[in-house]
Every structure is written in C-alpha cells, then in structure tokens.
C-alpha cells in the first residue's frame, strides 16, 4: 500500500550514518541520494540491497521539532527476514547512538510469533524491526 515513507532529520550527514549502520543489519543500504544543484545534498533514500526502488528516506525538512519526536512523533518498523537480525538491528541503534525504547525479544499481545526490538533515533523518531514467523 505504501510507495514510500520520508521523515525529516535535523543533522543528515549523522542521520545518513545512523541509518547506514542500523539498517545494514536487516539487507537494506542507501541506494539513491539526492542532489539538488545549489543546494547540495538534500536526502538519501534507502531500500533492500539490490533494488532500485527505495522505499524509506531521510531529508532535510522545512523545520524539525524536537519536541513533537520526543514524545513519539514518528514510529517506523522495519521488516526483518530472521530474529537474530532483529538483534542485530537494536544493538546497531545502541551503538550508533539512538536510545533504548524495548530490547529484541517476543511480544505475544501482539501476536504469539511477534519478535521485535525497539529504539529512538537521533531525533527521537521511534524505530522497530520485526518478524511475524515463528523461528526454531
């Protein structure tokens, strides 16, 4: 249903590392930036490595307001094929500076095969990587 989704970052070329580090964790990579000429870069667009379609980016918006992220202003989950790679995704976030916002684990009031992990962005935007199958 959803060609693609854009959230606004207050500081791109940290946000473009941030996302570079958590997101390699799942397959998916920058695949398209945009450089608009007098401008300079203005965003970065990422999808599954390989494809030429991305389908989630990051840019430069018109204003960022903390406060609005700070209480939860944006939530994006991410699929993920395999639940060590929903490990490895928070742990990636940790790392890279985002904030703890729920450890990997099962969350059976969702569903009893819904594993996830959870954590805040640079700005504050919620970020989730999840599976729906069950694993061995």
């Not at 390989?50 to 989950?77: M, Q, Y």
């Not at 742990?91 to 500076?97: E, I, N, Q």
Request: net charge negative; charged share 25%; glycine share 12%.
């Amino acid at each position: 249903m959803i060609d693609h989704l854009s959230i606004g970052v207050s500081d791109l070329k940290r946000a473009k590392q941030f996302y570079d580090d958590v997101l390699a964790t799942i397959g998916c990579a920058c695949i398209f930036t945009v450089d608009v000429p007098g401008e300079g870069v203005v965003a970065h667009g990422y999808g599954e490595i390989g494809s030429d379609h991305p389908r989630f980016w990051i840019g430069l918006p018109e204003r960022v307001d903390p406060g609005c992220n700070a209480k939860g202003g944006t939530h994006i989950c991410f699929v993920a094929k395999r639940r060590k790679d929903i490990d490895a995704f928070h742990a990636a976030a940790l790392k890279a500076g985002g904030k703890d916002n729920g450890k990997p684990g099962l969350r059976p009031h969702y569903h009893p095969n819904y594993y996830g992990a959870f954590a805040f962005d640079l700005d504050g935007n919620k970020i989730e990587a999840c599976s729906h199958h069950p694993e061995p």
